[in-house]
């Protein structure tokens, strides 16, 4: 299926538009539940800074997303930076877990 | 999306505040007008301005409270009186009704309770005082909307006011010039001054602009980000709220019977923990057992953060268990005073006004951003206009929905004061019929404006906007005798029910300088030659 | 916050913004003719005086509610005081100084009289 310069730009701003809203709530989430359990505070005050900042890094993640070159790289950026987070926090929970 | 940073961020900025103009404009104008709910209150209430007027000392207006339920609830458990105070200027007492008293009351758990409000000078019931949700209902329009379930509507509020957080961003990245056009405004100039207007109003103001919509998201934040409990509490919302608000959860009776301590000598520590500075709340439960609690809460008028220190004693023993509140770490402070900043609870008269101003110019620049959409993208079609051809959808559909909200949202308002003084007294669910009229009002503007998106309409709506809102203080002339003559004139009334009249006229007079401004335009461009207008660049509003 | 700072610190914002305006070459230019710029040295004084004169404006705001609450009410003097500002630019433009110079005084007067007060 061949698109219209029109149609691949319009389907450009669609995947965009997902991946901004979509993708960038699944990253500031990843943050947040990531920086909760990390930052060296008492949980509660962990919890507190990390949902606290956590519309900052969504509004970043927009902004970004738009910014970029093209919507593939806006895609895989988001990919990258939840596989990162994801991993991490992984790790993280994990590792309170074992030791709690 | 074109290349380049500033082009990107301006065609977000453009959409990301176009698609939730509308909503926004009815959240700025309903969340301004909150900063004053309490005074619209005691406006749409006019029979308690007398007892505003002239306020009573506490001990005086407490000592007549308990005299009331001493004669009306003799048997009563449970007596709350609520004391007046510079917003709300009535008692109000609260009290559970006996065992073994007949509850026709509103059902269920309610039904234990009985309240009236009691004049604080004589402490005598008020008898019927007009039913309404007065301000609380701007209040809650503002987050809650109406018509549809809380959480639906924060979740709506929520994603609108992320869309404009990104507008904000955004916005200050594409504006290339911020400083040097700060002070920019150059009428008569069609869209540039448009642009103007739209900079101006969101610059000048834009450390609120910036604070007012996060700090709102941060009001709702663990509604819409509830990830760190999930990852650090595993769920269990209710350890985390405990450990960071110092909550506690409500225990279980114990079965043991243990006389309630008095409650002055706990409320006499309290006070001198805090080095006299007074309580607001005291919370008592399972009185009569042995696991009763006695949580004082002191006020958090004087400071920014929301939240109030408290002490919890053994309802049993009087021994103290908890205190909190005293010294909160940072991140629960930010906390409290990010959302004190956006109810701006702290601020006496002249702070709340400045807050007020402020509001305004938010309702301008959202105004503004909506009507500059519409005129560039008239100015793109400008040609094929000329030609005969109709307003593409988009622009029709723009044009009509601007009409709606930034002429139909006054009118609305204005209907829901104009109901306050014209329904009867005493009619069943009279606050629902009150709000109704807003929201009929606001239909009928707002369909009117489909059907009919031009300059006339246009004028129409601004027109009767401006006459429903400058006729309030006539209304209110008409229908009580704490009008501005009384009020403002001879001084004598209370201030708020002056402020609130003063307030709705400088608003109408603003709306029909408006619209007078657009009629000389319309007759200015009607006398120029259809022949030498093929630019369209002087179309400010609407079509022809 | 009481009527006095109130006034004192919107006269001082109007004042500095006023002030400040002059610095920008669009407003320079509308008051000393077109193309013209103010020169180093005055743009060093206009600068000068304009922060002063905000800064004024918040020694008013916080002498009398303390720092937390004096730089909130401060931020929105900012605001409440520029829009003035505007309208004179567009209306008269020619008026800025003169306008910041008599307002600046009536505030630091007022300053004045909020320190003097008990």
Known sequence: MRLSRNGRYRLGVASRVVA???GGYVLAALATGLLAVVLPMPPAEAVMTATLLSFSLYACAVLWVFAVGSAWRAWTGLAVAAAVLGTILAAALAAVRSGA | MRAGLRQSMAWLHGWSGLLVC??????FCGGTASYFKDEITLWMKPELHRAAAAPVPPAEAATLAVAFLQRNAPRSPRWFISLPDERSPVTQVLWIRAPGEPGSGIGGSRGRFESRTLDPATGAFLGTVRDTRGGEFLYRLHFDLYYMQPLWARWIIGACAMCMLVAILSGVITHRRIFQDIFTFRPRKGQRSWLDAHNATAVLALPFHLMITYTGLVTLMFMYMPWGVQTAYRGDLQAFNNEAFGRAPLGLPSGQAAPLVPVAPLVAQAMRHWNGAGPSRVAITLAGDANATVTISRGSAGALSVDEPSMRFDGATGK????????????????GVMVGLHEAHFAGPLLRALFFVSGLSGCVMVATGALLWGVKTRQR???ALAAGARPSFGLRLVDALNIGAIAGLPIAFAAYFWANRLLPVAMAHRPDAEIRAFFAAWAVAAVLAQLHPARAMWRAQLWTGALMLAGIPVL??????????????????PAAVA???LTVLALGIALGAAAWVLGRRTAARKAVPAARQPHGARDAKGAT | MNGLAFLAALALVFSGFSTLSQTLD???ADRNGRGSVPGTAERVRLHGLGWAALALALAACVLEQGWPMGTVAWVGMLTLGALPVVVLLSCAPALALRAAGWSGALGGCGLLALRALP
């Open chain 1, 20 to 22: 901004a809203i979509g």
């Open chain 2, 22 to 27: 509308w909503v926004l404009l009815l959240v």
């Open chain 2, 320 to 335: 103290l268990v908890a205190t909190s509140g005293d010294a909160p770490a940072p991140a629960s402070q930010t906390r």
């Open chain 2, 381 to 383: 079609q400008a040609k």
């Open chain 2, 476 to 493: 209110n002339a008409l229908t009580t005798d704490t009008h501005l003559g009384a009020t403002l004139l001879r001084g004598q009334g």
């Open chain 2, 499 to 501: 402020g609130f009249d």
């Open chain 3, 26 to 28: 669009r407003h320079y």
